[in-house]
């Protein structure tokens, strides 16, 4: 239906050109749309008025909660160190030197001072006598020492000499840099009724390492003392400034305490514009660096330190809303605007489809006619696909199910060719053992028709040995596929290379294979199995023995190389080596060069696996001069049978 309605749109309209039919008076006209510019300065006014009382209620909160942290953060800063002036006064050493400074040597009391300013994390501490003089300081060592200074003048002396702790903040008359006091009174006597203290410990904490983190913050933070001086700023520039001009009395004051020293204090120039409540303004700087600029500023009282920390707040997330919510208003307003335009405009227009809405019902009947029978047409089709698709589906389905039949008859007959082929491995494993026990066995015959019971004897216990290990290396081949790692102890690799060559000791005889061995002087230990790493060298010196079948004076070549956490087992030929090719595939399980029947290719894969089940690694590589190398990397422990490895817990 719906192309039908477009080719009907697309006939010439006439009426739709024809603006003249309706038209409005001139002075209408203009009076709406004064009206609609009216309505939209007023609605873009009221948005985003009520957007700033929104934004600044969200900054509000805000700022509250950054400046209870902050002040909470000060107020820790400056009282985890209230206790260490009463500490260091209640010391005896401190009151020995106080009872009689003249007789006895400042620099002890000097060093003690300054391991617990190292130790706090602070300025300075330093001790008064009782007419304020320095004794002992921890800056002695420094030009501008405390030491011979007098600070009977400061507040935080007074407190302390009446006997209570003290408190007092400003600069340091000599150092110039900005810190609270704390003082607490010296005793050497405070059982008398009429006692006073002999002398005052006092401790000064800068306050740079506050500042320094409010710098990182979104907002100015200032913290003003009762005569509204700046004292502590987030900017420099803002320090040692008031918040208004003082007036005489209160210069007198501060000058009196040396509070701030010689410091003018200006004003800051802050101006406040516009007042919310007693701790919320909107103010602005007048003059210097933050001249321009406008924050809202909330207040706190700090009453523990008659102080008032403040912060101000940038407003520009506020005009950021509240002009992001007029023009959103003015855009909403416009679409609103236009709607009504286009109704109205919709509205004249209604007559003239009036005319045409006959005709379009004919026409539309017509359509839906014919769209019914392409639908009837469509629905036969759509039914005879799909009983196709029904018939396709259940033939995928039985095929399917015949090729998972298929799959899982093909998994077990792999898995039976696997079982076979692992016990071929097994007799690859066991001919050379075999072979070698039928030879002690001849010989064993051959002393015994000479009546050499002795050496009959010798050979029956190498034959028992070997089979005892024949059972050994078949537990060893059933464990290929999981990891052992169990019951390690410390193993000789000079004996597992011995019992190896032993093993082949006639068929190096017959094929007149030279044998060098490279050995340490001192014996080497390594934490392993000695069986299976026994197997592991019998492999390798079989391939060495085989690999040399055809060569003209054939060398085997063992070598122990030992360092000091890891021991190298080397097994090398002068056969004709590997193929650069094929090295990087002679450890993977039933890969083999050798002839049909000659072995299954599990031999390096066995050994490597029991290499790796050691901690351990086995690698190949060809050597320059002809022939192949085989090497185990295995970790070294100590000798068990060292004396000094026994008495030495290092060692155990």
């Not at 709406?32 to 007023?42: D, Q, S």
Request: hydrophobic share 40%.
């Amino acid at each position: 239906m719906a192309p039908m309605r477009h080719a009907i749109c697309h006939e010439p309209l006439v009426f739709m050109s024809d603006t003249r039919r309706f038209p409005l008076p001139v002075r209408p006209r203009t009076l709406l749309v004064l009206a609609a510019i009216a309505g939209l300065l007023v609605c873009m006014w009221q948005t985003a008025r009520l957007a700033r009382e929104q934004a600044l209620q969200e900054l509000r909160h805000d700022a509250e909660n950054e400046l209870r942290l902050s002040a909470a953060s000060l107020v820790g800063h400056l009282s985890r160190h209230d206790y260490l002036p009463e500490l260091l006064a209640s010391r005896e050493m401190v009151k020995r030197f106080l009872n009689d400074p003249d007789g006895q040597d400042s620099m002890p009391l000097n060093r003690l001072l300054d391991r617990f300013r190292a130790t706090a994390n602070v300025s300075d501490i330093y001790l008064l006598d009782h007419t304020g003089e320095t004794l002992a300081a921890s800056n002695w060592h420094r030009r501008d020492t405390f030491i011979g200074q007098n600070y009977g003048f400061r507040p935080y002396y007074r407190e302390a000499m009446d006997g209570k702790n003290g408190s007092f903040y400003g600069l340091g008359t000599q150092s110039r840099d900005r810190g609270y006091y704390f003082s607490a009174p010296v005793w050497l006597d405070d059982t008398a009724p009429n006692a006073r203290p002999d002398g005052v410990m006092v401790l000064k904490v800068l306050l740079d390492a506050v500042e320094a983190g409010w710098a990182e913050q979104d907002a100015e933070l200032l913290v003003t003392d009762r005569n509204g001086v700046i004292f502590m700023a987030s900017r420099p520039e803002l320090r040692l400034t008031t918040m208004a001009p003082l007036t005489r009395a209160q210069r007198q004051t501060i000058a009196a305490s040396r509070r701030y020293g010689d410091a003018p204090l200006p004003p800051a120039g802050l101006r406040e514009d516009q007042r919310h409540d007693a701790r919320t303004r909107l103010v602005s700087f007048a003059s210097g660096s933050l001249e321009g600029r406008r924050y809202l500023s909330l207040t706190r009282p700090m009453e523990d330190f008659d102080w008032h920390i403040h912060i101000l707040k940038p407003l520009t997330p506020v005009n950021q809303a509240q002009w992001l919510a007029a023009l959103l208003a003015g855009g909403l307003y416009g679409l609103i605007a236009l709607g009504a335009g286009i109704g109205w405009q919709r509205l004249r227009l209604r007559r003239e489809r009036e005319r045409f809405a006959e005709r379009e019902r004919r026409t539309l009947a017509q359509a839906r006619d014919e769209l019914e029978r392409h639908v009837e047409s469509r629905t036969r089709d759509l039914v005879a696909t799909n009983r196709r698709l029904s018939a396709e589906i259940e033939e995928r389905r039985r095929a399917e199910e015949s090729l998972r039949a298929t799959r899982d008859e093909l998994v077990q007959a792999a898995k039976l060719a696997v079982l076979g082929q692992l016990a071929a491995g097994i007799n690859h494993e066991l001919n050379q053992p075999l072979a070698a026990i039928r030879a002690y066995t001849e010989n064993a015959r051959a002393f015994i028709a000479r009546q050499r019971h002795e050496a009959a004897d010798a050979n029956l216990a190498q034959v028992l040995e070997l089979t005892e290990r024949m059972a050994e290396i078949s537990a060893q081949l059933r464990q290929f596929s999981r990891k052992s790692g169990d019951n390690l102890t410390a193993v000789s690799v000079a004996s597992c290379f011995a019992y190896a060559l032993r093993l082949f000791q006639s068929r190096i005889h017959e094929s007149g294979v030279r044998v060098e061995q490279h050995w340490p002087e001192q014996a080497v230990w390594v934490r392993a199995d000695p069986v299976r790493l026994e197997q592991v060298l019998v492999n390798l010196i079989g391939n060495a023995l085989q690999a040399m079948n055809d060569t003209a004076a054939p060398c085997l070549t063992l070598a122990i190389v030992a360092e000091s956490t890891t021991v190298y087992l080397d097994v090398a030929d002068n056969g004709p080596g590997i193929d650069e090719a094929r090295l990087a595939q002679i450890f993977e399980p039933f890969y083999t060069t050798k002839s049909m029947g000659s072995g299954l290719g599990l031999g390096l894969s066995i050994s490597r696996r029991i290499v790796e089940d050691l901690d351990g690694q086995l690698d190949a590589c060809n050597l320059p001069g002809g022939g192949a190398r085989f090497r185990v990397r295995l970790p070294r422990i100590a000798d068990p049978n060292d004396p000094a490895r026994l008495e030495d817990p290092a060692h155990a």
